[in-house]
């Protein structure tokens, strides 16, 4: 009777810890199953953000390329328009040169009637060229016959004097970082570093039209004395000129019609440097 108990006793333990060993294996099943679970999803949404960040490197580099293309594209046109505005003023230039021609080659046909177009281009250009030469011939020689005039009257004088924008004298001759040349500076002791304004200056003119205007600093650093002189009758009028007692226009041959308030030719020059310089 007490082995039966003890066996059914042990029966039933071994039951019991069969029971247990089977929850156990489904509770590890279970657990397996959720953490697995849990692994998926961590990876499937690693995944997804990978995937995410591929998609959204592969948008950039398509934007970054669209935009690259578009300025290639924008280049592109805007060289093809430059390219034709230039052809337009290039066209316009033969244009205008051909017309220029049609215009002189009628013109000394109409003093020979036999001549060639070729040789009445080869004429005009010529004359031009001549025409040219005597202008730089006539500014050289009045240059010329100022310096020896002032040297029969032993009056000190440089030429090609360089000033400043201050009016300060820089050097003779002298073309690098000056503001302008002075075509004469009359007076003792013209040394570097002294200001035009205790000076005479005179500004050789063979023709004047609007080059006198080259001289426009004498408005605001005023020499002692400054004179515009000019072998012709195209200087400016009194009243832009600016004329007054310390600045005037010597001429060779006068207007008709000369507003001038000093009317001055070359023979007064000696005179207007005297006065001042006494």
């Known amino acids: 009777m007490e082995k039966n108990i003890d066996n059914d006793l042990d029966n039933i333990i071994n039951s019991i ?18 953490n697995n679970k849990e692994n998926n999803k ?4 690693e995944n997804n953000k990978e995937n995410n960040n591929e998609d959204k490197n592969e948008d950039n580099k398509e934007e970054i390329n669209n935009i690259k293309e578009n300025k290639i594209n924008e280049k592109k046109e805007e060289n093809v328009k430059k390219e034709s505005l230039n052809k337009k003023v290039l066209l316009k230039i ?19 009637p036999t001549i060639s177009n070729e040789n009445a281009l080869i004429f005009y250009n010529l004359s ?8 730089q011939k ?11 005039f002032l040297d029969d009257n032993n009056i000190s004088y440089k030429k090609q004097v360089s000033i400043n924008k201050l009016g300060k004298i820089i050097g003779f001759n002298y073309k690098k970082k000056c ?58 009028p009194s009243d832009r000129f600016r004329e007054e007692i310390n600045r005037k226009i010597i001429t060779s041959k006068p207007k008709k019609k000369d ?3 000093f009317k001055l030719n070359f023979d007064d020059l000696l005179n207007e440097l005297k006065i001042i310089n006494n």
């Open 259 to 261: 507003n001038r308030k």
């Open 128 to 135: 031009i060229s001549l025409h040219q030469s005597k202008l």
């Open 138 to 148: 006539n500014g050289n020689f009045l240059e010329t016959f100022i310096s020896q």
């Open 17 to 34: 810890s069969n029971l247990n060993i089977i929850d156990n294996k489904k509770i590890t099943k279970e657990n397996n199953k959720e």
């Open 179 to 236: 503001y302008h040349i002075v075509d004469f500076v009359i007076g003792n002791n013209i040394e570097i570093d002294k200001m035009i304004t205790d000076y005479i200056v005179i500004s050789c003119k063979t023709t004047c039209r609007e080059r006198w205007t080259q001289d426009d600093w004498s408005f605001t650093m005023k020499p002692k004395l400054y004179l515009l002189l000019t072998i012709s009758d195209d200087y400016p």
């Open 94 to 112: 033969e244009e205008n040169k051909k017309e220029k021609e049609k215009e002189i080659i009628n013109e000394f046909k109409k003093i020979d």
């Open 42 to 45: 961590e990876n499937n949404k």
